[in-house]
């Protein structure tokens, strides 16, 4: 199972000696590949949409693009509205041209709801009056008092257009489902906004693409102009909804991105700097870090993938471990070149000294990085593939075009035989740490299992989390507002049940409408099992039509809010309400009445707190229903709530291939199964650490974000330990003395390990500069993760490897190092 070494440091050797020598075609064929993949930057998209995270083929994400072809967008807009007095003939009158303006002047929106055009469902004798509620503002204070009485009284207006304690008012906006058909023109401002929500113009039903991001854009603009007219004392206003949102996190990521970069790039370059002190050890590794990470969005922009919620840190990410291999090929390049002034063989003896663990580090970092191909949700997986890809790329530059860029560099004149006379005070510091796991070996091994016991307990209370809010700083408007819709309206989550019947007029049926009353039931009496908080705040549904209709036919009496139980006299009180309010009913039922839509708001909560409630209210459906209806769970509470168990599947997949993986090829470097495996306990511990002992215990949930934690640390944190144990397996062959083979690997390569891990845990804390608050704690810890794993290899893994080859497996397994040494 052992590799060659010999050979493939002479294959390193002749592809340095190759690419000295051949530099000017080398960097020909480079700059045409480089140029290919930057024309594409043009292409670059992004995607903050909650969709993003589902694939297209994902039966949770047909389901609801199925509810929105039907129904509708579920993602509205809301503008909440704070007056000193809702009741008020000055504000009510406000209210109205304010709405009018709204929907005069705002594109690409499907409907406008609020106060001022709500239906007010009355009977006058056997005629069904169906009408704004506003339609004549009242005058005196009689009036008003009879339409609050009306509007609390109402089982319709509490909580979805006014607070139960009448201090907040909304204006809902929901925007169309799909993108309109561009005319010739394509003049956003003059677009008319009551095309069909669901089909194309020629009536065939083909699919839409969703609003752009352009078109989102100019619905935002054009309200916020509007609002910006009629923002007063007497008429506050805030605004929220999922379409803000992705639009905040868009214009999050754009202004991070910039700042991750630019951040990263003088991070890097000081860090460079320290250790080299040379022009070209800045700029060499700048420039192949620069120019991968521009081809890995190049990759990007050229297969259609845009930028999400996860992948935006991509750019800074290939910046900070790009640089690695660069700085172990160079460290050991001006070593050699210091001792002998021959350019040209110093480069040969660092890629054949060097060459491999490069190879291997890139692979295994990539490797990591991979095993998120398999996660179900696209940004994660994105993020994996993108930036596996990333470091494979780099690894190319560092192999090839830092041979020819040094080929070309004129380097200054150097003395040899000038070495110091005593070693650096790193170098002390790091003998210092070697000497001191061989000599206590017992006790960093114990030390080290009783940490790994701790951080077993510390994960048994990891808990899964989707809140997309929580990303959001105290500060957002968009998260107060959400706060403040929690507290006063109930929230503005919506959970929406499909109930297809199958057959024409099935919606006529008395069972079928009793049954989706008792659902309704169900879910406002509905306690959480986590702190049993009961959560609905409203339920909107066919039968809320049916009741209304049903007590206006009957003299507006309040007994008669309630179903019929005669299919002859739902169909006949349908009839009539679509007559009167046809628009409102295509809201909850379809053209042929065989399907139906219950909507179930709920406040913002972490998404695992209500997995159990959506798959209880689909329980309750099915069973209510039984065969006579299908029924579906989909909107956006599902959506979010679907993630939490996609995410654990995620984690368990990646981690597990990661490792297996990983640890295959560690055992083919090392050459053996038992070292191989044990040189895995370095890599497995900081992953261990970070999540029992820092986030079980700190109470840090696992989100979409640092659930990637364990994968990256581990691909990354393996780098150091394959350059420790390459270099070991060198030196005990050599010197036949554990001690003196950690001394010899900690001089050699122990420098170049403490700078990389600087770099990567600079690059991945500069992300606590980030907006939002997953981003912080993302780079928090796995900066914090690459300091344990650093430790590890410091500690632990000398401490181990004197332990092991203190025993009879290990002499022999040493024995043979020592015998195969000039290969090593």
Not at 57 to 69: G, H, K, S
Not at 239 to 266: E, H, I, N, V, W
Not at 802 to 818: C, D, H, N, P, Q
């Amino acid at each position: 199972m052992a590799i060659n070494r010999k050979m493939l440091n002479t294959g390193f050797e002749n592809l340095g000696r190759g690419v000295y020598r051949n530099r000017w075609k080398v960097l020909a064929v480079m700059l045409i590949i480089f140029a290919g993949l930057a024309t594409q930057l043009r292409k670059v998209q992004f995607d903050t949409s909650t969709e993003s995270f589902f694939s297209k083929t994902d039966p949770i994400l047909v389901d609801y693009e199925a509810l929105r072809e039907q129904f509708g967008r579920e993602e509205v807009v809301i503008i909440g509205i704070s007056p000193p007095e809702v009741f008020d003939v000055k504000f009510l009158r406000k209210l109205v041209e304010f709405h009018d303006a709204i929907e005069k002047e705002v594109p690409f929106k499907q409907e406008v709801t609020s106060l001022a055009n709500v239906r007010n469902t009355r009977g006058e004798g056997d005629v069904l009056i169906i009408e704004d509620l506003l339609k004549n503002i009242p005058q005196s204070p009689a009036e008003m008092a009879e339409l609050r009485q009306r509007v609390f009284a109402s089982r319709l207006y509490p909580n979805f257009l006014i607070s139960k304690d009448g201090t907040l008012t909304t204006v809902i906006i929901e925007t169309l489902a799909y993108s309109p058909e561009k005319s010739d023109g394509d003049d956003l401002d003059g677009f008319d906004d009551e095309d069909s929500a669901g089909e194309s113009a020629d009536g065939k039903g083909e699919a839409r693409a969703p609003l752009s991001v352009e078109e989102n854009k100019a619905l935002f603009k054009a309200m916020y102009i509007v609002m910006d007219r009629f923002r007063g004392p007497d008429f506050p206003m805030v605004t929220l909804g999922q379409p803000l949102l992705s639009d905040y996190f868009q214009r999050t990521m754009q202004k991070d991105m910039a700042t991750f970069l630019m951040l990263a790039m003088l991070t890097i370059a000081v860090l460079l700097m320290v250790l080299f002190r040379r022009i070209s050890g800045v700029v060499l590794p700048l420039i192949v870090v620069i120019l991968s990470f521009i081809s890995t969005v190049g990759v990007m922009a050229a297969t259609g993938t845009p930028f999400t919620m996860t992948t935006f840190i991509l750019p800074s990410f290939i910046l900070a471990t790009g640089v690695g291999a660069t700085v172990h090929l160079l460290a050991i390049f001006f070593r050699r070149y210091a001792q002998r002034g021959d350019k040209e063989e110093a480069l040969i003896f660092a890629m054949g000294h060097s060459g491999l663990p490069i190879l291997m580090t890139s692979l295994t970092t990539s490797a990591g990085l991979f095993a998120f191909a398999t996660v179900k949700m696209p940004p994660v997986a994105h993020m994996g593939i993108f930036a596996g890809i990333g470091v494979l790329i780099a690894l190319v530059y560092t192999l090839v075009l830092i041979p020819a860029a040094l080929s070309l560099w004129p380097m200054r004149p150097i003395q040899r035989g000038t070495a110091p006379a005593k070693r650096s005070a790193l170098d002390r510091a790091l003998v210092g740490v070697g000497n001191f796991a061989v000599d206590r070996a017992v006790a960093v091994v114990i030390a080290g299992g009783l940490l790994m016991v701790l951080s077993a307990v510390g994960m048994a209370s990891l808990r899964f989390s989707v809140n997309f809010f929580e990303y959001l700083p105290k500060t957002s408007a968009l998260r107060q507002a959400n706060d403040l819709f929690d507290q006063k309206m109930g929230g503005a989550v919506r959970l929406a049940v499909v109930i297809d019947t199958g057959r024409e007029n099935g919606q006529y049926e008395p069972a079928v409408m009793n049954n989706i009353d008792a659902l309704e039931r169900f879910a406002k009496g509905y306690r959480l099992k986590r702190d049993g908080a009961q959560v609905v705040s409203n339920t909107v549904s066919l039968v809320n039509i049916v009741k209304e209709t049903n007590q206006a036919l009957n003299g507006n009496d309040a007994e008669f809010y309630a179903i019929p139980q005669e299919r002859a006299a739902i169909a006949q009180e349908l009839l009539l309400f679509e007559n009167s309010r046809s628009d409102d009913r295509e809201n909850f039922v379809d053209s042929l009445f065989s399907k139906s839509r219950l909507s179930i708001t709920v406040p913002t909560r972490d998404a695992s707190d209500y997995v159990e409630f959506v798959r209880d209210i689909r329980a309750e459906g099915e069973r209510l229903f039984g065969d006579d209806a299908r029924v579906s769970v989909t909107g956006l509470l599902h959506l979010f709530s679907s993630m939490i168990s996609a995410m654990m599947v995620s984690m368990a997949q990646s981690y597990i291939i990661a490792s297996v993986v990983i640890t295959f090829m560690m055992i083919v470097l090392i050459g053996s199964v038992r070292i191989g495996l044990l040189s895995m306990v370095a890599n497995f511990f900081p992953i261990l650490i970070t999540l029992g002992v820092v986030m079980g215990f700190a109470g840090i949930r696992l989100d979409m974000f640092n659930l990637m934690i364990g994968g990256i640390a581990l691909g990354l944190a393996v780098d150091d330990t394959i350059h420790f144990f390459h270099n070991f397996r060198a030196y005990y062959g050599e010197y036949k003395d554990v001690r003196r083979a950690v001394q010899e690997t900690f001089l050699s390569a122990g420098r170049a390990m403490v700078f990389t891990t600087l770099v990567l845990v600079a690059g991945f804390w500069l992300f606590m500069f980030g907006t939002m608050n997953n981003i912080f704690y993302f780079g928090l810890l796995t900066g914090t993760t690459l300091i344990f794993a650093l430790l590890s290899d410091f500690l632990l893994a000398p401490a181990m490897l004197e332990l092991v080859i203190r025993t009879k497996y290990g002499r022999t397994l040493a024995e043979k190092w020592s015998t195969h040494s000039s290969t090593a």
